[in-house]
């Protein structure tokens, strides 16, 4: 297996990936350990047959129309944590007086 990586600039890449950047809530990132968290660009992988590019971007690679992650060795997968639903405030029969001053100074 060979292994290459081909620095590009990093608005480049984010164009490239499109909707895949930034890694979605819940998917499994690699961290390229061969990559500092500063690289951007391809890293290409050739066994047998044709080879694949998955792009690059600070030193990770997301999820992408390449294929599956391409699991290097001595890289680390971590998977993102899930979207977290905002919390609804409780609601109140509470209808707040409209004439209120709120803490305002209203003394002539």
């Given at each position: 297996?060979?292994?290459?990586f081909?620095?590009m600039?990093?608005?480049?890449?984010?164009?490239?990936?499109?909707?895949?950047?930034?890694?979605?809530a819940?998917?499994?990132?690699?961290?390229?350990?061969?990559?500092?968290?500063?690289a951007h660009?391809?890293?290409?992988?050739?066994?047998?047959g044709?080879?694949?590019?998955?792009?690059?971007v600070?030193?990770?690679?997301?999820?992408?129309?390449?294929?599956?992650?391409p699991?290097?060795?001595?890289d680390?997968?971590?998977?993102?944590?899930?979207?977290?639903?905002p919390?609804?405030?409780?609601?109140?029969?509470?209808?707040?007086?409209?004439?209120?001053?709120?803490?305002?100074?209203?003394?002539p």
């Open positions: 297996m060979t292994v290459m081909t620095e600039p990093r608005e480049d890449v984010v164009t490239y990936l499109g909707s895949a950047w930034p890694a979605a819940g998917s499994t990132i690699e961290r390229v350990a061969f990559l500092s968290e500063g660009g391809g890293v290409s992988v050739q066994t047998d044709p080879g694949i590019t998955w792009f690059v600070d030193g990770v690679i997301v999820p992408q129309d390449a294929g599956p992650l699991e290097l060795e001595g680390e997968l971590v998977t993102l944590p899930a979207a977290v639903e919390e609804q405030p409780p609601m109140t029969d509470h209808v707040p007086d409209p004439s209120a001053s709120f803490g305002a100074d209203t003394t």
